[in-house]
Every structure is written in C-alpha cells, then in structure tokens.
Nanobody, 127 residues
Framework: VQVVESGGGLVQTGGSLRLSCAASGRIFRVNTLGWYRQAPGKQRELVAAITSSTSTNYADSTNYAESVKGRFTIGRDNAKNTVYLQMDSLKPEDTAVYYC????????????????WGQGTQVTVSS
C-alpha cells in the first residue's frame, strides 16, 4: 500500500492550507485514515482521524486533538481512498511535518488491519 501526501507549504498566521492524501495498491478495505504531525524536538502526535461507518445510517466518526478542534476539519472519499485535512486559522505552533496514515487490509493478505504511513509534508506557519 502506498500513501502519498500533498498540499503542505508556507502560510502566514491566520491563513489556511488543505492537505490531501491518497492510498493506493492492493487495498481490500480501509478503516481509519488519519493525520499525525511532528514538530522539531517533539513526539509525533495525532491531529485528526476519521473512521468509516459500517452503516449508511451513521456518519463516519472523527477524532481531533484538542489543540486543533474548531480550526481543522478532516474528511474522506471512500471510493477513492483519499483523506483531506482542511486547516484554518493556522498558528505558528501548527508548524510541523504532517504525516498521513491509512489503516487497511490488503487483498489476498491477512484479515488484520495494518497501518501504512506516508513520507510526510512540511507545514510552516510564519508569525
């Protein structure tokens, strides 16, 4: 499974960026898609994640870090195995490398889900 992020860059405080991520390969099913970030000298932390609902009667479930609630929005396209992260009202403390992670089962493989990571995309917010 290949995971590729795009959309990082440099933005001023208060600005917006949209990150995108696409998972491809021998994917049987994708469960959770998420974004993590790692700032210099800090541990990698969860930013947001979205888990696909198993019923059309229920929306996908989302999970956000407290520091980004109300500013970031995660969404997915199940048909394309893609996920985006809309980041608004950006702050200098949002500066980090952002990583996409895809929890998936592969075709013809184990029945268990494994996590697949992208290479990361740099987001820099200037003050």
């Amino acid at each position: 499974v290949q995971v590729v992020e795009s959309g990082g860059g440099l933005v001023q405080t208060g600005g917006s960026l949209r990150l995108s991520c696409a998972a491809s390969g021998r994917i049987f099913r994708v469960n959770t898609l998420g974004w993590y970030r790692q700032a210099p000298g800090k541990q990698r932390e969860l930013v947001a994640a979205i888990t696909s609902s198993t019923s059309t009667n229920y929306a996908d479930s989302t999970n956000y870090a407290e520091s980004v609630k109300g500013r970031f929005t995660i969404g997915r396209d199940n048909a394309k195995n893609t996920v985006y992260l809309q980041m608004d009202s950006l702050k200098p403390e949002d500066t980090a490398v952002y990583y996409c992670v895809c929890s998936a089962r592969v075709t013809g493989g184990s029945p268990w889900y494994s996590d697949y990571w992208g290479q990361g995309t740099q987001v820099t917010v200037s003050s």
